[in-house]
């Protein structure tokens, strides 16, 4: 009986040793896949630290401006508002008075100096005159924005609008700084119907973005969480060289893709990562983030020394480094090198020898496979770039927002903010005054 028993169990050491070995495997690939050098994890959140290498070659030249780079000082201002003499007023030699005699300048230097901020309370009177004529009694009209018997103007509500979402200052800390800038006591309450007010005017230029970005010629996309009212939500964007959209939802489905752009981008090159939701969207081409695929790679290649990762992420580099080489004329299509990249991928994808060990491995083939057409885009039109990055950076100011301010509190403060950001940012691209903008759309749009 005992010795049936010992039979079984040695029967049984196989199985469980291969059972191990692929534990072992897949903690390997868990661990490597939350440093920031082999993942999206940002490098605060990773597991140990990188042994990796910087894979940078070091530049022999100093650090700093090189030589026959121009530098900029702060110039002197051709029209200062106050100018103060300093007169000797005794001779440094025998102490005689030099009050009565002339002076000749020496030397000028100026301080940049800000003045004393207070806020200031303009009363608009409305007057009545009578017509000598008629007798008709006539009122003076109050300007549109004028609607209430005190209240903030359209420059200080876009002060607290650009303080709060593109300085991610909460609400707390935002009546702080206008009490002790600007002597202004507002209530959370207020500046939260401040942001809404925005939101409200800044809606038709938010829809106005979100009809043209439909027609660039590449729209890159990402999303992130959020947590929004203590719920998990989501945050949308898509962006191109000259707009940025964003968008808040509930959803991580493709819905909310649907809801913005239903017929999704017919003339666009859509640039993602490769979740499904996002390559379901339509488009004229997609491309995928090389930059995502490459950090997969790093970590086949580090925990399982898969000689296939490596072989790819060479072809990846190369592919990156030759679209550097052509020009925006170039003719990409018939290039004998661009064509023999498209060969090589496609010897590679059908390669399998130690990749095949692993079901991670095979499982990033397999989707390599399906979107192969998705992978070198970028090679044969020179304004697709080879990465998402621009959309990266674009979602990150979600995070910091979130970190910041540890949630947002409500559905609508999620959207107010992604209608807002959509605007700075916009405005941001088009090389304008994001201040300013927000100013004149407050005081050319008033309710």
């Not at 800038?181 to 005017?201: P, Y």
């Not at 003339?267 to 491309?287: E, F, G, M, N």
């Not at 697709?384 to 910041?404: G, L």
């Amino acid at each position: 009986m005992l010795y049936e028993a010992l039979v079984d169990t040695a029967s049984l050491v196989p199985g469980l040793q291969a059972q191990v070995s692929e534990l072992n495997e897949h903690i390997k690939l868990l661990i490597n896949g939350k440093k920031s050098d082999s993942s999206n994890t940002p490098p605060s959140h990773q597991i140990g630290r990188s042994n990796k290498k910087n894979s940078r070659k070091k530049s022999d030249r100093k650090s700093g401006g090189q030589q026959g780079h121009k530098g900029s000082t702060l110039p002197l201002s051709l029209t200062p508002d106050e100018i103060i003499m300093h007169h000797p007023l005794h001779c440094s030699c025998c102490g005689e008075s030099l009050e009565d005699e002339p002076s000749v300048i020496l030397e000028k230097r100026q301080e940049v100096v800000i003045p004393p901020i207070e806020a200031k309370y303009v009363e608009h009177v409305s007057s009545e005159k009578k017509c000598r004529r008629c007798g008709n009694k006539s009122r003076g009209c109050f300007p549109l924005n004028i609607n209430a018997p005190i209240q903030y103007s359209g420059k200080l509500t876009a002060v607290v609008s650009y303080l709060s979402v593109y300085h991610h200052l909460p609400y707390k800390r935002l009546t702080v700084i206008l009490k002790d800038l600007f002597g202004i006591s507002l209530s959370e309450g207020t500046i939260d119907n401040m942001l809404k007010k925005v939101t409200r005017i800044a809606q038709p230029v938010y829809e106005m973005i979100q009809e043209r970005i439909q027609k660039e010629k590449e729209v890159g996309s990402d999303e992130t969480g959020a947590h929004i009212n203590g719920k998990q939500g989501w945050f949308f964007v898509w962006q191109s060289q000259a707009l940025t959209f964003i968008a808040a939802s509930m959803s991580r489905g493709y819905k909310t893709i649907f809801k913005y752009f239903p017929n999704g981008f017919p003339t666009s090159v859509y640039i993602s990562d490769c979740l499904r939701t996002q390559l379901k969207v339509p488009a004229l081409l997609h491309q995928l983030c090389i930059a995502h695929l490459l950090r997969e790679l790093n970590n086949f290649e580090d925990a399982l020394s898969c000689k296939w990762s490596t072989k790819m992420k060479t072809l990846l580099c190369d592919a990156i480094e030759l679209d550097k080489q052509f020009s925006e004329h170039d003719d990409r299509i018939s290039n004998e090198k661009v064509r023999e990249t498209e060969l090589k991928l496609e010897t590679l994808l059908n390669e399998y020898d130690d990749a095949s060990t692993h079901k991670k491995v095979q499982a990033f083939i397999v989707r390599l496979k399906k979107n192969k057409p998705s992978i070198l885009t970028f090679l044969k039109h020179h304004y697709v770039p080879p990465d998402n990055n621009a959309s990266e950076r674009a979602i990150r100011n979600i995070k910091i927002k979130t970190k910041v301010s540890g949630q947002f509190r409500s559905e609508d403060g999620a959207d107010s903010f992604a209608v807002i950001r959509s605007i700075i940012d916009t405005t941001r691209k088009s090389g304008n005054n994001i201040l300013d903008a927000l100013v004149l759309m407050m005081l050319f749009r008033p309710e």
